[in-house]
């Protein structure tokens, strides 16, 4: 199946494309990039396709049956749809888009083309997550009342002053680029339950003074820009009720607390479980003699992004629809916006 790479920064490279490769069924004709060196660089890096920096060419190829989407968020909409109404099939990275309205969209349009329309929430192809889907639908954890999301770093703004870090570009700051993942990961372990209702809060202050922001490393520093702009969110905190568990979330890309803790805690009344995000779980419970219990499952972790776009070839050829499919995402993507709403009316949003 030939396939084109649409955006060829750090995400390409670190997962779509080395997935791609490795796929027997997938071929990659076309790596595209509007700055030429990167499509170019592909192109020697990987030994096959073509360098272009239109994707509008990659569009009017017959030939091609798929894209891949690793652009900036504010072009996700308008590359998905182009791709989908010229007939291609769409892995499109995560956020699906900077707003509902744009999820929407694109919701629209794939509901109208009927082409496949999967975003990158990757860690529904992740091994524990997947085994914790499994703990939760068998009953192990009993009732799940309260689900408690936790991504705190440091000092981890990406790339200060430049697309992460704008709004325009980005649709949002450490909500959006990271709690999409986390948000996903409950919702998808305990069956995409509806949203009810959702209060939150954002802050946007240790990165507003960009030359005088300290750290130690930070992801994406090659976009860095010290006269750019910086008004997304760096920590947010939010409660959600929905028809399953209430949710608890506190997160920050930046905070002036030394300690990381990136972490989902499900709790029911017959057991629980912490997840260490990108690793193992723990298990805690009592046994038949009312002793408590816990325990971490050892198990191979297989390559969630490997599994990601193995699963976007196949459904491409069987028809089926993957749990990371736009229809399951935009209930994320609304209650995301529902949180920003919040936090800019300062009161709860009722969906």
Not at 151 to 168: C, D, E, N, Q, V
Not at 245 to 274: C, L, S
């Amino acid at each position: 199946m030939k396939v084109a790479v649409i955006g060829c920064g750090t995400i390409a490279n670190a997962a779509h494309i080395p997935a791609y490769m490795k796929n027997p069924d997938a071929e990659i004709k076309y790596f595209c990039d509007i700055i030429p060196e990167r499509a170019e660089n592909a192109v020697k890096q990987y030994g096959c396709g073509v360098a272009v920096t239109d994707y509008r060419d990659v569009l009017k190829d017959p030939e091609v049956a798929a894209v891949s989407i690793c652009t900036p968020n504010n072009v996700h909409p308008t590359i998905a749809i182009d791709a989908m109404r010229a007939g291609k099939h769409v892995l499109c990275e995560k956020p699906a888009a900077r707003t509902w309205a744009e999820v929407q969209e694109m919701l629209n349009v794939q509901r109208e083309t009927g082409m496949t329309l999967n975003i990158g929430v990757v860690n529904r192809f992740n091994d524990s997550v997947r085994k914790i889907k499994q703990y939760i639908d068998a009953g192990k954890l009993g009732d799940v009342y309260h689900v408690y999301v936790s991504f705190r770093a440091h000092r981890s703004i990406p790339g200060l002053g430049g697309a992460f870090t704008t709004k325009a570009i980005a649709g949002g700051g450490a909500l959006i680029d990271w709690g999409v993942h986390y948000l996903d990961i409950v919702m998808y372990c305990t069956g995409d339950p509806k949203t009810k209702t959702v209060s939150g809060e954002t802050f946007c202050k240790l990165g507003r003074d960009i030359p005088h922001y300290a750290y130690t490393n930070m992801w994406s520093e090659i976009t860095k820009d010290e006269n750019g702009t910086y008004d997304v969110d760096d920590s947010i905190t939010a409660l959600i009720r929905t028809e399953g568990p209430v949710i608890t979330v506190h997160g920050a890309w930046a905070q002036n607390i030394g300690v990381k803790e990136t972490y989902i805690d499900f709790m029911g009344d017959k057991g629980g479980i912490r997840l260490d995000y990108g690793g193992k779980f723990t298990y805690y419970s009592v046994d038949e003699n009312n002793d408590l219990i816990s325990y971490q499952p050892q198990f191979n972790m297989s390559n969630m992004f490997e599994n990601e776009i193995n699963a976007f070839i196949d459904c491409i050829r069987t028809g089926e629809k993957l749990p990371s499919h736009i229809e399951t995402v935009a209930i994320t993507a609304r209650m995301m916006q529902a949180i920003y709403d919040s936090a800019e009316k300062h009161e709860e949003i009722k969906l």
